[in-house]
């Protein structure tokens, strides 16, 4: 692209096409809390597995109805933060946040998936490849 | 607040499953989300993560207004291997403004679908480009469309500057069988770049 090509268009309208969506504001449910306040940014394939304690009713009155149905979407299934976002139609950074929160008051805690820069360990590739295999 | 799970006492401690994950790069419209489709056992889901203007997933809204910010789509699904094995597939555009979202989704993943239409190979370049640079075990998938005239892989091949160890295939992103090939022939590719002492016995 050329320099006068950059400036013909308008940085805010670029955004705006097939492949991005509407502007959202959902931030108000983290009561502006972010993910960068919480520890981590929490990988998309982190799985959430809730703790012994989450089965304790009325542990904790100042969680909101979302934080409650994390909880109980992953007490049928351990479930990743990217299909959280997806069925709680929430973006992936609000769902890090409510998570964070579960995680602090020990209702959840979180799987590590293979650290940033190492692949999986060999033996597991082939389990992958039979798995495929075996779809 | 409760949880409603009355029954829960004798539960069993969930299995935590290992997860992994392969991504699907490609062109808009070139069948990501089709691929994903086909061989995962979720509709495939879309999540969403909040763009500033500069193009980079927000921390702090705080003060952001409104028009300076929006969202990109990701879509994703689901194959569980075994009860302790869950793959997942993450495509989104291939496109030089969405790089960050790969740089994410980059980390720790297994390895790598470029999908290509031969009527649109320039599409693929940018995707190409970052895998190559990055190390990340790909595979590029010619998704044959109708209508679309069929080149000789090794003409496809020179068009995309392919190393020689790359392996690209055919495939019709609708087709599970197809998209297993796929899947199997990327991580084949990953255990041969997992190091030489691991790479397969010369026969
Ligand atoms: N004929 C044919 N059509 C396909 C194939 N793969 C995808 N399509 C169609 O191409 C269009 C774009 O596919 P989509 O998966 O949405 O592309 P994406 O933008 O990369 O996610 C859809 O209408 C699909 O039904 C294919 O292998 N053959
Ligand atoms: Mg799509």
Partial sequence: ?135 | MAFGRSSSSRRQPPVEPVTLKILVAGGFGVGKTTLVGSVSEIRPLRTEEILSEAGRPVDDLHGVEAKSTTTVAMDFGRITLREDLVLYLFGTPGQDRFWFLWDELAQGALGAVVLADTRRLEDSFAAIDYFERRGIPFTVAVNCFEGARRYPPEAVRGALDLDPEVELVLCDARDRESVKNVLVAVVEHALVLAGPDRAPVPG
């Fill in chain 1, 1 to 135: 692209m050329t320099e006068a090509d950059q400036s013909r268009e308008a940085p805010a309208a670029r955004w705006f096409d097939d492949e991005a969506g509407p502007v959202v504001r959902p931030y108000a449910m983290t009561r502006g809390r972010t993910s960068a306040a919480t520890r981590h940014r929490l990988d998309l394939i982190a799985l959430v597995v809730p703790e012994p304690a989450a089965d304790d009713p009325g542990r904790d009155q100042t969680l909101s109805p979302e934080h409650v149905e994390i909880v109980e979407r992953c007490s049928e299934q351990p479930q990743s933060i990217a299909e959280l976002a997806a069925g709680l139609d929430l973006p992936v950074g609000v769902v890090r946040v409510l998570v964070g929160d579960l995680v602090d008051d020990e209702l959840v805690h979180v799987t590590r998936p293979v650290p940033p820069a190492e692949l999986p360990d060999v033996s597991i590739l082939r389990e992958v490849i039979n798995g495929l295999r075996a779809l």
